[in-house]
């Protein structure tokens, strides 16, 4: 069978695989299957593996568990009930962990209290949630009396693995299911996930079927295999998959609040658009925002309350606010209490928030995947429609936005990127199955391979992983790194060494790293203030940005310190803001280029250009006069840059210093990587440091003298991508932190010793002692080559950087080079964040301003000549 589609089945023949009661049951209460429900319950009831994919609200938690509800009510009625596991449910949020529990309550009320009107006697079936919030009495009373339906988190589940009597409770599972899939399989939190499943696999005395319930996701196929994995021979397992993510009708408008993007003052458009959304919330009942960043939630909120007064309740939701905050605003939501939630990210995935009728975004959610996840969150009945509204204030964003919504309504979703054999993640899992049992080297690695992102493993690396765990680098001993597991090569088998392998492992595991702030110092020790870790990872000696208004050039780092000096006057390479945003993918990118060649090739005609926009994308008129226009400056000052083109556009600046504008819409992880591949040749030609600015729509290389289009082709050239990128990182802040995270997961550096935390900035100093050691000892050092791996593969898409360049090598993208005297309107955004003077909104509208004078000023005395 291997991976299949499945297909709808009648409403009779569901009911046919349902107990007496729960047809009763089901039938009083809603009295029809829906799309999801009529895909799964035959499936899930036959035994067989299944990937539902659908939207919120369709039913489809009750589709992954009305088969097992319905086997576990057939053995309560025959009292043969025992005191084992029958379904494992995992999730990756805590939250909905406690959700499921509630949400399975009142169901399990409802069919018993059915069963006593019948006079029928059923044993009870228990339910237990565990997470790290857990206390140690309700676990304790759940290895009395065991849950019949168990609910988890991926990292509890771990432990649980690795539990000498709580895990033999888990050897005959009848159900397992997995939510939000999409949201694990794309980090290593599921990659982590999918090797305890397998481990879970191996204690099976019976059939286990997997169930995964994601959002929409593309390619399915691929978190299919991803949920199954592989049988010993490297088979795939059989999938089905229940596809019905077209079931719910989806409105989607991009909204702009002023006709001029570029001259209406910052303080009318922050007040128009403020009105907007004020009208917007007034003509719903619930509305959900999403800003994007954390700070511009809090502002969203500050000023809608001051709009709205009190009226309206408003409320705000990230991941920076306390617990019980965050859970209050849910609370209320799921009530019907609030009138708007505010929130970045911390409301995309599945908990339960009640009935939404409109989702706004401030800006556009970047991918396509995320904006359908985002508006999904309204309309929360199957039938109601998802009503989203994208306001933008930017011409970028404009077309950014026009085209996502397109392609979300078209259902042209970005593909899903599944880590490949994560090295640290690997780790742990051979420390967690050595507190099982002795290891036949053959069989761990057998088993380890089953899961879909080690499918490719080599027994090199296996073994690698497995001489660091063993303590074969004495050289590390010195720094108190001892093996945590013995191996003995000659037998081909490993087990765990001494008694301390088990607390080490119990209170090391997981893979999130810990968040934290950075201390920006002088290097005469003054504190200056804080940036965020994930901003301080990109920045490069040399590299100048903003801090309180003024500017400062990056020297270098000590742990959790990085020393600076002023640099007055000097032009940001990095922008302040630039760790919260959120980057544009690859798929919406190459999405992004495609549309403008087709305007490129309609540009002649203004009419049937707009009629097109408005007809194909649903553009209001004015929207589609603001792109006309965009791209007509554009193709007058310039040229427009399309999918067969990589134009790349020189001018000299203020500062009489050479800036090469590359418009390549490649998604801003793999455009990071082509910049810094590029910003290092560069610099081997010259011999001179090369300024890198990076943003969604291509990057920009400022040099102190020329390089000529000749030199520029032979950069973009795919031989040594790779070796060129590990060269372009190894001296940078991004190398440095996250060799912490990996050492750390690794079990390199420990976060927890017995029982005494480590502090970040000690983890930090230590990790950077390490990789100093471990550089010289050995370059293929597993935990060495998965910070490397995690850098160039996940956080900077090497293989996409590579695909884009290998377009241009085989002819089928045209490198294009233009000389000009200032920057063209597609690059003003780019050149913009480079700029030193912009520190507030208005600054940075008075310096596009001034460049968009310079371009009509030149296209009227080109259109007078």
Request: glycine share 6%; proline share 3%; aromatic share 8%.
């Amino acid at each position: 069978m291997a991976v299949i589609r499945g297909k709808e089945y009648g409403e009779e023949e569901v009911y046919n695989h349902l107990d007496d009661l729960i047809r009763r049951w089901f039938r009083e209460k809603y009295g029809r299957f829906t799309p999801p429900q009529k895909y799964a319950i035959v499936e899930t009831a036959r035994k067989n593996n299944i990937l539902i994919t659908s939207p919120t609200g369709s039913g489809k938690t009750l589709s992954a568990f009305l088969a097992a509800i319905n086997r576990l009510i057939i053995l309560a009625r025959e009292n043969k009930l025992e005191d084992r596991v029958y379904v494992l449910y995992v999730s990756p949020l805590k939250a909905l962990n406690n959700d499921i529990k509630r949400n399975l309550e009142q169901p399990l009320r409802e069919i018993y209290s059915l069963a006593e009107e019948e006079g029928i006697e059923l044993q009870e079936i228990r339910l237990g949630v565990r997470t790290g919030d857990t206390d140690q009495s309700e676990r304790q009373n759940q290895m009395k009396n065991p849950p019949h339906i168990f609910i988890t988190t991926p990292e509890s589940l771990a432990i649980i693995l690795s539990t000498p009597k709580f895990s033999k409770l888990l050897e005959r599972i009848d159900y397992l299911i997995i939510d939000e899939i999409h949201s694990l399989a794309e980090n290593k939190r599921g990659t982590h996930l999918s090797l305890s499943v397998e481990r879970l696999e191996k204690r099976q005395k019976g059939r286990m079927v997997r169930i995964g319930l994601s959002a929409t996701i593309h390619p399915v196929e691929e978190v299919a295999k991803f949920l199954v994995g592989f049988d010993d021979d490297g088979k795939e397992r059989d999938c089905v998959i229940a596809d019905v993510a077209y079931a719910k009708e989806i409105e989607i408008k991009v909204l702009s609040p002023v006709d001029d993007m570029i001259y209406t003052p910052s303080e009318e458009m922050s007040d128009r658009m403020y009105r907007e959304i004020a009208r917007l919330i007034k003509q719903a009942r619930t509305t959900l925002i999403f800003t994007n960043t954390r700070s511009a939630t809090e502002r969203v909120v500050y000023n809608l309350k001051k709009r709205l007064g009190d009226e309206y309740v408003i409320g705000a939701h990230h991941s920076s606010l306390s617990k019980q905050t965050r859970l209050d605003v849910e609370e209320k939501l799921k009530k019907g209490e609030m009138k708007c939630v505010v929130c970045s990210t911390s409301l995309e995935l599945g908990i339960d928030v009640g009935y939404i009728d409109q989702v706004i975004l401030l800006g556009s959610p970047k991918s396509i995947s995320r904006a359908l996840q985002r508006v999904g969150r309204s309309g929360h009945r199957l039938h109601d429609r998802s009503i989203g509204k994208i306001i933008v204030l930017d011409q970028d964003d404009l077309v950014e936005c026009t085209v996502l919504a397109k392609e979300a309504l078209d259902r042209n979703l970005d593909r899903i990127r599944i880590p490949e054999k994560p090295l640290d993640v690997l780790v742990q899992h051979i420390l967690g199955m050595a507190l099982e049992k002795v290891w036949k080297i053959e069989d761990a690695y057998r088993l380890i391979k089953r899961s879909y992102p080690y499918r490719n493993l080599t027994m090199e690396e296996f073994l690698s992983v497995l001489r660091y765990l063993s303590g074969h680098y004495s050289e590390l001993e010195k720094k108190r790194v001892y093996g945590k597991i013995w191996l003995d090569l000659d037998s081909g088998e490993f087990g765990k060494r001494g008694r301390m392998a088990r607390p080490i492992y119990y209170l090391n595991i997981g893979v999130i790293p810990d968040e934290v702030s950075v201390r920006v110092v002088t290097k005469g020790g003054k504190r200056l203030g804080k940036v965020e870790e994930e901003f301080a990872e990109r920045l490069i000696p040399g590299d100048i940005f903003v801090l309180g208004g003024k500017t400062y050039r990056f020297l270098g780092s000590k742990g959790m310190r990085i020393i600076v000096e002023e640099a007055e006057g000097e032009r940001p390479t990095v922008p302040s803001w630039f760790s919260e945003q959120l980057p544009l993918s690859y798929d919406l990118g190459m999405k992004i280029m495609e549309f403008r060649g087709k305007m490129k090739e309609m540009l002649d005609d203004e009419e049937a250009l707009l009629r097109y926009l408005i007809e194909e994308y649903h553009a209001e008129r004015k929207t589609a006069e603001a792109i006309y226009n965009y791209f007509y400056e554009q193709e007058m000052f310039s040229e427009i840059p399309t999918e067969k083109t990589l134009l790349v556009e020189h001018f000299i600046d203020d500062r009489s210093r050479h800036s090469y504008v590359f418009h390549a819409v490649v998604g801003r992880r793999a455009s990071s990587a082509i910049a810094r591949v590029l910003a290092y040749r560069a610099g081997r030609i010259t011999g001179r440091n090369v300024g890198v600015v990076i943003g969604d729509n291509g990057f920009v290389l400022t040099l102190s003298e020329e390089i000529s289009p000749h030199e520029i082709a032979s950069i973009l050239q795919t031989d040594n991508f790779r070796e060129d990128l590990k060269q372009a990182i190894e001296k940078t802040e991004i190398l440095k932190r996250r060799f912490r995270h990996v050492s750390v997961r690794s079990l390199l550096v420990l976060r927890n010793y017995l029982g005494r935390e480590k502090s970040v900035w000690r983890q930090q100093m230590d990790s950077e002692t390490l990789m100093g050691i471990i550089k010289k000892l050995d370059p293929e050092f597993p935990v060495l080559r998965e910070a490397y791996r995690e850098i160039m593969e996940d956080s900077m898409e090497v293989d996409n950087a590579m695909h884009y360049l290998e377009k241009i090598e085989e002819g089928e993208t045209e490198f294009r080079f233009v000389d000009l005297p200032s920057p063209s309107p597609f690059s003003f955004n780019l050149i913009a964040l480079g700029e030193s003077d912009i520190v507030l909104m208005e600054d940075r509208k008075a310096f596009i301003q001034k460049l968009h004078a310079r371009v009509l000023e030149a296209i009227k005395n080109a259109e007078s000549g």
